[in-house]
């Protein structure tokens, strides 16, 4: 388990605050926790990136990079694009290049930490965080063919949720990664259901 690998204290959260949620919808529940939790199962999952502001290229795959070293993890990542300039639906055709451009070299950046560019997948939305958050993670769980599950500390349950021992016996999750800053993600994602932290 992570616990084995790292002590609860002995490593300091190397994403320098990128940390998770546990966040479980309606209709698919879906695990998200913080890069040091102790209560992790070593199961591969699949990670899902959810950019909604200008990310810094290099800070992002450096800090997805620390993580993927610990797992091994299939990797989405998902630049949410806002409308603007009195635009009704969409954003300019070059404001979408640009963030489709930026996703791919993060995943350059990636490939030279030794993440397999062929399990990347890059997505470049418009519209509402959330909303774009949620149905990316539901296109990911069709296309993927993987399980989300959520994650309960202890054994503490939720609805939609599982016991840690459940998960370790799961298919592969999603799992979200907000690059948002902590007070803006709480904000983005507390309209889908209770948000937990975990692992600290």
């Given amino acids: 388990t992570f616990a084995n690998n790292f002590g609860a204290n002995s490593v300091a959260d190397p994403l ?34 959810a950019i909604d502001e200008t990310p810094n290229v290099g800070s992002i795959a450096t800090r997805i990079g620390e993580l993927h070293v610990w797992f091994d993890v299939s990797l989405s990542l998902l630049h949410v694009l806002h409308p603007g300039g ?22 350059s950046r990636l490939h030279d930490f030794g993440v397999d560019d062929t399990r990347i997948h890059t997505a470049v939305r418009t519209g509402p965080t959330p ?22 500390a202890g054994h503490h349950r939720r609805p939609n949720g599982v016991s840690n ?18 007070n803006e993600r709480e904000d983005q994602l507390s309209h889908l259901t209770t948000i937990e932290a975990v692992g600290r």
């Avoid at 879906?30 to 699949?46: G, K, Y």
């Fill in 165 to 182: 021992d459940v998960l370790i016996d799961s298919p592969v999750p999603i799992m979200l990664f907000c690059s948002a800053g902590a």
């Fill in 86 to 107: 009195g635009r009704i639906n969409g954003v300019s055709v070059l404001a979408h290049d640009r963030a489709a451009h930026q996703m791919q070299r993060c995943a």
């Fill in 131 to 152: 909303n774009v958050i949620v149905d990316q993670i539901r296109r990911e769980h069709a296309t993927l063919g993987v399980l989300p599950v959520t994650y309960s």
């Fill in 16 to 49: 320098g605050g990128f940390t998770g949620q546990l966040v479980a919808l309606s209709d698919i529940p879906i695990v998200v926790v913080p890069a040091n939790s102790v209560e992790l199962c070593e199961d591969p999952f699949h990670l899902v990136v």
